[in-house]
């Protein structure tokens, strides 16, 4: 059963960078995107962006100039890194598995991370 | 803005049928997936692709498409039905973005 175990900062200051990590314990690191959503308080699901094994990413393009996404498959892990944080980007971040198949026309997110609050205040 | 278009809430009494639909251009190329979220918890993957259900979802739960609107089915809704419903793809422009409908709250009277 694949699991993800998700840390990172959950207090920020305007201006600085969130950085959290999302470990994949329990199955291959390969053949999937590994995905960011978030939400913030009261609000629906934002997509973040997305990377693959080899280090291909997907990025919302709203959030592109302020989001890199990285992967260290040698820990099964990937992480997030968004930059100039405001009050807005206060939310709960999840990471999760997406499976896609181009050919099929099908995308989903089959494995969820617990989800990490991210507060911004100064 | 979501480019996939859900109403945001809907209601159905003990045992009746609901269906939550959800709109974009993204779903004549692409299933839509859908998701279930109950408060403070993450989401569940509840329908993916044509019609498919991963291990430990109700048969009670069931997809379908036509044209650009999908549709997520509840026949026989429970009162732990009761959640945040949200509808997924991948955005077919080539821009390889993945959109998030706004989210249903189904209520179950």
């Known amino acids: 059963q694949v699991q993800l175990q998700q840390w990172g900062a959950g207090l920020l200051k305007p201006s600085e960078t969130l950085s959290l990590t999302c470990a994949v314990y329990?199955?291959?690191?390969?053949?999937?995107?590994w995905s960011w959503i978030r939400q913030p308080p009261g609000k629906g699901l934002e997509w973040i962006g997305e990377i693959n094994h080899s280090g291909s990413t997907n990025y919302n393009p709203s959030l592109k100039s302020r989001v890199t996404i990285s992967v260290d498959t040698s820990k099964n892990q990937f992480s997030l890194k968004l930059s100039s944080v405001t009050a807005a980007d206060t939310a709960v971040y999840y990471c999760?598995?997406?499976?896609?198949?181009?050919?099929?026309?099908?995308?989903?997110?089959?494995?969820w991370g617990k989800g990490t609050t991210v507060t911004v205040s100064s | 803005s979501s480019e996939l278009t859900q109403d945001p809430a809907v209601s159905v009494a003990l045992g009746q049928t609901v269906r939550i639909t959800c709109q974009g251009d993204s779903l004549r190329s692409y299933y839509a997936s859908w998701y279930q979220q109950k408060p403070g918890q993450a989401p569940v993957l509840v329908i993916y692709g044509k019609n498919n259900r991963p291990s430990g979802i109700p048969d009670r739960f069931s997809g379908s498409s036509s044209g650009n609107t999908a549709s997520l089915t509840i026949t026989g809704a429970q009162a732990e039905d009761e959640a945040d419903y949200y509808c997924n793809s991948r955005d077919s422009s080539g821009n390889h973005r993945v959109v998030f409908g706004g989210g249903t709250k189904l209520t179950v009277l």
């Open positions: 999760a598995r997406a499976i896609a198949a181009a050919t099929a026309y099908y995308y989903y997110m089959d494995v």
């Open positions: 329990g199955g291959s690191f390969s053949g999937y995107y």
